[in-house]
């Protein structure tokens, strides 16, 4: 049973920090990779940053880019999410996701395991 859970969540002012984490239980050496997305308030769930598991290749999101860095440890667990200069509009609830077969990073639907989300808002 592959479980997720995130932590790290919290209220920071605008242009401060959070480092988001993602550990990971049971099987994993069969995973393709790791991503992170949110969802607003009444939006859509987003894909923000994502990680090859072997490769460690990492991809962003335009809105991310430059601000928010993924990345894991050498023993591949947990996977983090470091976001700096944060801004209002990235307030949302952050989940992470494992992948376990070959298949576009940025789309939702290619990500098997999901854990339960961690609440990030950013004050004005």
């Known amino acids: 049973q592959v479980q997720l859970v995130e932590s790290g969540g919290g209220l920071v002012q605008a242009g401060g920090s959070l480092r988001l984490s993602c550990a990971a239980s049971?099987?994993?050496?069969?995973?393709?990779?790791m991503g992170w997305f949110r969802q607003g308030s009444g939006k859509e769930r987003e894909f923000v940053a994502a990680?090859?598991?072997?490769?460690?290749?990492?991809y962003y999101a335009d809105s991310v880019k430059g601000r928010f860095t993924i990345s894991r440890d050498n023993a591949k667990n947990p996977v983090y999410l470091q976001m700096n200069t944060l801004k209002p509009e990235d307030t949302a609830v952050y989940y992470c996701?494992?992948?376990?077969?070959?298949?576009?990073?940025?789309?939702?639907?290619?990500?098997?395991?999901w854990g339960q989300g961690t609440q990030v808002t950013v004050s004005s």
């Open positions: 990680i090859s598991w072997y490769s460690g290749a990492t």
């Open positions: 996701a494992a992948q376990t077969t070959s298949g576009n990073s940025y789309y939702r639907g290619n990500y098997d395991y």
């Open positions: 049971g099987r994993t050496d069969n995973y393709y990779g």
